[in-house]
């Protein structure tokens, strides 16, 4: 499988260096921990292991997916954090519950393993419908739980990802032979959560909450571009890549390469080149990447160069690219779009 390029940014061999960099910090349990030494969440974990897929290190990867297999607890969830495998965070997040789903989907669009996505489906569907144990009435899905608890504050970044992750898991459910009808009418509810009820969310000053819902490519066109466009110059900096947060001046490389992946849904290519480009400036000679950087000041913050910005650096190269059958991943390609037709009556109060 080629290695994923993209010409007068990052080339093939600095794609594989990169990915190579993932690979030295996985430890033998599978685990893909931040950084070497660091701490290990289920989410950046399987944002690591889509990153040696695209990158063509797909026994490694299939190595994390079993430490994902491995370490779920027995109600279908993860903790929030390990440390060497031992967890020193038990709280269940929900969207990291979920996020597998979407790993899984892209390593069987990659491999086309079939025995791989039936092995790990079983894990894939414990772990969405962990997330599900969340979902309110309303259709939000609540961030995380404590004791069997779920708080009271719903994300737009986790419930839009999540939305992808059902997405992905009501394709995988086809490709191993069933369906889950009550994770499409989730999806959907939660779709229109996010689309039209904005209210229900807690607002926080991150990035990701302007770009996220638009990746996998469930909002209609027009609404998505007035999304990315109505807070651009609140987020970007030129040359620089995106702020994870305002008002902080503080560019981070995995949020730029996440926005990289939004503007590809929308298929503005060149603002995604850029802004592929303009995070450049964290990158290391072995193809590790910075987390970030603190520009008034011009110091690199955290002190970290962390696997998952080295991972969403190789997807939005491989998004940009078309290289693997897993690039259009996060434009929605062959997802069902999983959606309630807006109309006079809500459907949360039907």
Same mark, same amino acid.
């Given at each position: 499988? #080629?290695?994923?390029?993209?010409?007068?940014?990052?080339?093939?061999?600095?794609?594989?260096?990169?990915?190579?960099?993932?690979?030295?910090? +996985?430890?033998?349990?599978?685990?893909?921990?931040?950084?070497?030494?660091?701490?290990?969440? #289920?989410?950046?974990?399987?944002?690591?292991?889509?990153?040696?897929?695209?990158? @063509?290190?797909?026994?490694?990867?299939?190595?994390?997916?079993?430490?994902?297999? %491995?370490?779920?607890?027995?109600?279908?969830?993860?903790?929030?954090?390990? &440390? %060497?495998?031992?967890? *020193?965070?038990?709280?269940?997040?929900?969207?990291?519950?979920?996020?597998?789903?979407? @790993?899984?989907?892209?390593?069987?669009?990659?491999?086309?393993? $079939?025995?791989?996505?039936?092995?790990?489906?079983?894990?894939?569907?414990?772990?969405?419908?962990?997330?599900?144990?969340? +979902?309110?009435?309303?259709?939000?899905?609540?961030?995380?739980?404590?004791?069997?608890?779920?708080?009271?504050?719903?994300? *737009?970044?986790?419930?839009?990802?999540?939305?992808?992750?059902?997405?992905?898991? =009501?394709?995988?459910?086809?490709?191993?032979?069933?369906?889950?009808?009550?994770? &499409?009418?989730?999806?959907?509810?939660?779709?229109?959560?996010?689309?039209?009820?904005?209210?229900?969310?807690? &607002?926080?000053?991150?990035?990701?909450?302007?770009?996220?819902?638009?990746?996998?490519?469930?909002?209609?066109?027009?609404?998505?571009?007035?999304?990315?466009?109505?807070? !651009?110059?609140?987020?970007?900096?030129?040359?620089?890549?995106?702020?994870?947060?305002?008002?902080?001046? !503080?560019?981070?490389?995995?949020?730029?390469?996440?926005? =990289? $992946?939004?503007?590809?849904?929308?298929?503005?290519?060149?603002?995604?080149?850029?802004? /592929?480009?303009?995070?450049?400036?964290?990158?290391?000679?072995?193809?590790?990447?910075?987390?970030? /950087?603190?520009? %008034?000041?011009?110091?690199?913050?955290?002190? &970290?160069?962390?696997?998952?910005?080295?991972?969403? *650096?190789?997807?939005?190269?491989?998004?940009?690219?078309?290289?693997?059958? @897993?690039?259009? $991943?996060?434009?929605?390609?062959? $997802? #069902?779009?999983?959606? !309630?037709? *807006?109309? %006079?009556?809500?459907?949360?109060?039907?």
């Amino acid at each position: 499988m #080629p290695t994923p390029s993209v010409p007068g940014i990052l080339t093939a061999d600095q794609i594989d260096l990169t990915a190579a960099s993932i690979l030295a910090v +996985q430890q033998s349990s599978g685990a893909i921990p931040w950084f070497e030494g660091g701490h290990t969440d #289920p989410w950046d974990h399987v944002q690591a292991a889509m990153g040696l897929t695209a990158a @063509g290190l797909t026994d490694a990867a299939h190595k994390a997916y079993l430490w994902s297999r %491995d370490s779920q607890r027995a109600d279908g969830s993860w903790a929030i954090r390990y &440390e %060497d495998d031992v967890v *020193v965070d038990s709280h269940t997040d929900s969207n990291f519950c979920a996020y597998l789903a979407t @790993g899984v989907w892209h390593h069987w669009l990659v491999t086309q393993d $079939l025995a791989f996505a039936h092995a790990l489906w079983p894990v894939v569907e414990a772990g969405l419908d962990a997330a599900l144990t969340m +979902q309110r009435p309303d259709g939000t899905i609540a961030w995380a739980s404590s004791g069997g608890v779920p708080l009271d504050e719903a994300l *737009v970044t986790g419930n839009a990802s999540s939305h992808l992750s059902l997405r992905c898991g =009501v394709a995988l459910a086809e490709v191993v032979g069933t369906t889950r009808p009550d994770w &499409e009418l989730s999806a959907a509810r939660l779709r229109h959560a996010l689309d039209h009820h904005g209210e229900l969310f807690t &607002e926080k000053p991150h990035s990701m909450d302007w770009y996220y819902p638009v990746l996998g490519g469930a909002l209609p066109q027009p609404a998505a571009e007035e999304r990315i466009d109505a807070r !651009w110059d609140e987020f970007v900096v030129p040359g620089l890549g995106a702020r994870c947060v305002t008002p902080n001046t !503080w560019v981070t490389g995995a949020e730029t390469c996440e926005l =990289v $992946l939004a503007l590809d849904v929308l298929g503005r290519t060149d603002e995604a080149r850029a802004q /592929l480009a303009a995070m450049q400036h964290l990158r290391e000679d072995d193809g590790s990447y910075w987390t970030g /950087l603190v520009y %008034d000041d011009d110091v690199r913050w955290p002190v &970290e160069r962390s696997t998952w910005t080295a991972a969403t *650096v190789i997807l939005a190269a491989d998004a940009l690219s078309r290289t693997t059958p @897993g690039s259009g $991943l996060f434009r929605g390609d062959g $997802l #069902p779009r999983l959606e !309630w037709e *807006v109309s %006079d009556e809500c459907p949360m109060t039907r």
